[in-house]
């Protein structure tokens, strides 16, 4: 059981998440800059049945996506704050974004993916797989977030 919670830039949305996490990374595609305006995206993968809105609400907004699939951007619908995504249309599995948490500092990336677009002033961790492009989930999830993920529809 988690007591992750979170909050958007303006606080009028709030959520808890009520499992641990299936598995984090950092993205650093251009698009995830974009979407987020920082040097990359951390990505808390999680079932969306386990994320409580606690305060407020969130608007389903189109994302773009570097393959063109379906990509749901759910925000604070008075600051816009990005608080978390459904890509290629499951809708059972979430992608919190990491820097909404109130302790962002509780999840610990498993890889870092799109590497070859990263900003040249962030090291990655030597011990943290790293990937210029995308990774393949079954080489690097661990087996009980692939088990929950396949669970998802993501298997």
Not at 30 to 46: E, L, M, N, Q, Y
Not at 48 to 59: D, P, R, S, W
Not at 106 to 123: C, F, M, Q, R, Y
Request: aromatic residues 10%; glycine residues 10%.
């Amino acid at each position: 059981m988690s007591n992750r919670t979170g909050a958007c830039s303006c606080k009028a949305t709030r959520y808890k998440l009520t499992e641990d996490p299936m598995f984090t990374h950092v993205c650093h595609c251009s698009i995830c800059k974009r979407h987020t305006g920082t040097a990359f995206v951390t990505h808390v993968f999680i079932e969306a049945e386990y994320i409580t809105l606690e305060q407020g609400q969130v608007e389903a907004v189109d994302g773009q996506t570097g393959s063109g699939g379906d990509h749901l951007v759910y925000r604070c619908p008075d600051c816009q704050s990005a608080l978390y995504s459904h890509y290629g249309g499951n809708r059972k599995i979430a992608l919190v974004k990491g820097g909404t948490l109130d302790d962002p500092g509780s999840v610990t990336p498993g890889a870092h993916l799109w590497v070859e677009a990263k900003v040249p002033w962030i090291d990655i961790p030597p011990n943290v797989p790293a990937f210029s492009q995308n990774y393949v989930a079954a080489e690097v999830w661990p087996a009980a977030a692939l088990e929950r993920r396949k669970k998802g529809g993501w298997g």
